[in-house]
């Protein structure tokens, strides 16, 4: 199972970037995803996950800035991000799980970077 992410790049404050991450060798439909970010200097941290029927949760810092999506028959996950701010300059992690098994896997990091 391999994670694709893309998307990052260099916006200013209050700019918008669109992230993908696209999966190959598994169907996406069997698992969890999320999204996390880790800033210079800083843990890993949870952005958001979405369940297989598109449920969703937020970390406190992004809700109505960010938002998660996810595209079964394409086997890909979104994160529109918003009027975004310079503390939302990370590295952006996407994430599976499979359901019912001790399953995970990692995508390599996509750099965003909001300017002041």
């Known amino acids: 199972v391999q994670l694709q992410a893309s998307g990052g790049g260099l916006v200013q404050a209050g700019g918008s970037l669109r992230l993908s991450c696209a999966a190959s060798?598994?169907?996406?439909?069997?698992?969890?995803m999320a999204w996390h970010r880790q800033a210079p200097g800083k843990q890993r941290e949870l952005v958001a996950t979405?369940?297989?029927?598109?449920?969703?949760v937020y970390a406190d810092s992004v809700k109505g800035r960010l938002t998660v999506s996810r595209d079964n028959a394409k086997n890909t996950m979104y994160l529109q991000m918003n009027n975004l701010k310079p503390e939302d300059t990370a590295l952006y992690y996407c994430?599976?799980?499979?359901?019912?098994?001790?399953?995970?896997?990692w995508g390599q990091g996509t750099l965003v970077t909001v300017s002041s």
């Open positions: 060798g598994t169907t996406l439909i069997n698992y969890s």
């Open positions: 979405i369940g297989k029927i598109g449920n969703t």
């Open positions: 994430y599976a799980r499979r359901y019912g098994r001790d399953d995970y896997y």
